[in-house]
C-alpha cells in the first residue's frame, strides 16, 4: 500500500471496562453490536492473515485484508470504499491493558484528504462510541 501524497490519518482512543483479548474477541465478533461488522446489509468475513472481509451498508461497499492479527494486542487490515476514492487504506486497532480496562486505539491511515474521507470519523466514532456499552451488559464470566 502506497501512502497518498495528501494522505489523511484520524485517530480515536476508548477505555474499555474489559481485559484486552475480551475487547479484540469482542471487536473481531458480528453478533456484538458496536462493531462495523454488527450492521449492514451483507457480511462476508474471515479475520485470518492475508483473508477478506466485505461489508455492504446500503449501497456502500466496503472491503479489505486483514495483515495483521495478533490476539489481545493489535487487528491490521486494509480498508477500501467509494470513500476512499477506491484508494486503499489502512485501519490498525491496539489493544493496551490499563489496570482492569483496555485502552483501545483506531487509527485509520492513507485516506485521501477529501471530504468524503473526512467522513470516516463519524463513521469510526459512532462504532466506537457504542462499542463499550457491550462490556457493561456482559458479565465478565461471560465473556
Same mark, same amino acid.
Given at each position: 500500500?502506497?501512502?497518498? =501524497?495528501?494522505? /489523511?490519518? @484520524?485517530?480515536?482512543?476508548?477505555?474499555?471496562?474489559? $481485559?484486552?483479548?475480551?475487547?479484540?474477541?469482542?471487536?473481531?465478533? #458480528? $453478533? +456484538? #453490536?458496536?462493531?462495523?461488522?454488527?450492521?449492514?446489509? =451483507?457480511?462476508? /468475513?474471515?479475520?485470518?492473515?492475508?483473508?477478506?472481509?466485505?461489508? /455492504?451498508? *446500503?449501497?456502500?461497499?466496503?472491503?479489505?485484508?486483514?495483515?495483521?492479527?495478533?490476539? &489481545?494486542?493489535?487487528?491490521?487490515?486494509?480498508?477500501? !470504499?467509494?470513500?476512499?476514492? &477506491?484508494?486503499? !487504506?489502512? +485501519?490498525? +486497532?491496539?489493544?493496551?491493558?490499563?489496570?482492569?480496562?483496555?485502552?483501545?486505539?483506531?487509527?485509520?491511515?492513507? @485516506?485521501?484528504?477529501?471530504?468524503? $474521507?473526512? *467522513?470516516?470519523?463519524? &463513521?469510526?466514532?459512532? %462504532? /466506537?462510541?457504542?462499542?463499550?456499552?457491550? %462490556? $457493561? =451488559?456482559?458479565?465478565?464470566?461471560?465473556?
Amino acid at each position: 500500500m502506497s501512502t497518498p =501524497k495528501n494522505s /489523511l490519518e @484520524l485517530k480515536f482512543e476508548r477505555t474499555i471496562p474489559a $481485559a484486552t483479548t475480551d475487547v479484540y474477541d469482542a471487536w473481531l465478533n #458480528p $453478533a +456484538v #453490536p458496536g462493531t462495523p461488522w454488527n450492521m449492514g446489509d =451483507k457480511l462476508i /468475513l474471515h479475520p485470518a492473515v492475508d483473508d477478506f472481509f466485505y461489508w /455492504l451498508v *446500503g449501497k456502500t461497499a466496503h472491503y479489505g485484508r486483514f495483515t495483521v492479527l495478533d490476539r &489481545g494486542a493489535r487487528i491490521q487490515h486494509t480498508w477500501v !470504499s467509494p470513500n476512499t476514492d &477506491g484508494e486503499e !487504506s489502512m +485501519v490498525t +486497532v491496539t489493544f493496551q491493558k490499563r489496570g482492569s480496562e483496555t485502552l483501545m486505539t483506531l487509527v485509520h491511515s492513507g @485516506l485521501p484528504d477529501t471530504p468524503k $474521507a473526512r *467522513g470516516h470519523e463519524g &463513521g469510526w466514532n459512532h %462504532f /466506537l462510541d457504542s462499542f463499550p456499552a457491550h %462490556f $457493561a =451488559k456482559v458479565p465478565a464470566a461471560a465473556r
